[in-house]
């Protein structure tokens, strides 16, 4: 009774663990292999050969030690405006209790946030959404530390990463 108790307690676990992803997954999904959109997903891995070719930049290995993933999708700005929004998919299914949010701003037809999602002091997650007129969607994940993701950012020349600068001037 025990073993089954404890199996369903994991299985349990194990689904509302991925179901708090699963927003993002699904968005990911949905448009990361179509025309119009732009992808990229940077796993720990490729993080690890970063870090061997950058052995001379500390910061840089720093940045990149306890990270697992990056995920960005953006739309082009050839498609045409109105039609999709990121924020408003991701949001109806992401569990917004369970983030933090660092900034919101909202203009005409357009909301951009940003959010982290915490382990104790730990930041484990990072989501930055913008839905509207420009939609992209940025998803870190590991051990985070803001202030060097920025620098991170800026190494790799990844421009929708750029408003992560406005947070470390706050």
């Not at 404890?6 to 179901?19: D, E, M, N, P, R």
């Not at 569990?95 to 900034?103: A, H, I, T, V």
């Not at 870190?140 to 408003?163: Q, R």
């Given at each position: 009774m025990k073993k089954?108790?404890?199996?369903?307690?994991?299985?349990?676990?194990?689904?509302?663990?991925?179901?708090?992803?699963?927003?993002?997954?699904?968005?990911?999904?949905?448009?990361?292999?179509?025309?119009?959109f732009t992808?990229?997903?940077?796993?720990?891995?490729?993080?690890?050969?970063?870090?061997?070719e950058n052995e001379s930049k500390d910061e840089f290995n720093k940045a990149i030690k306890g990270l697992e993933s990056i995920r960005i999708l953006s739309l082009d700005d050839t498609y045409p405006k109105g039609d999709i929004?990121?924020?408003k998919e991701i949001t109806k299914n992401l569990?917004?209790?369970?983030?933090?949010?660092?900034?919101s701003t909202r203009e005409k037809n357009q909301v951009f946030k940003m959010l982290i999602r915490k382990k104790g002091s730990v930041i484990t997650e990072f989501l930055m959404i913008g839905g509207g007129d420009d939609n992209v969607m940025i998803a870190?994940?590991?051990?985070?530390?803001?202030?060097?993701?920025?620098?991170?950012?800026?190494?790799?020349?990844?421009?929708?990463?750029?408003?992560i600068e406005k947070i470390d001037k706050k």
């Open positions: 089954l108790a404890l199996s369903i307690g994991i299985i349990a676990f194990a689904l509302f663990a991925q179901g708090q992803n699963s927003a993002i997954d699904k968005l990911f999904a949905k448009y990361s292999d179509k025309e119009g992808s990229v997903s940077i796993s720990k891995a490729m993080f690890s050969l970063f870090a061997n929004n990121f924020y569990p917004l209790k369970d983030y933090e949010e660092l900034m870190i994940t590991g051990n985070i530390d803001l202030k060097t993701i920025s620098k991170l950012s800026k190494t790799l020349d990844i421009k929708e990463m750029d408003a």
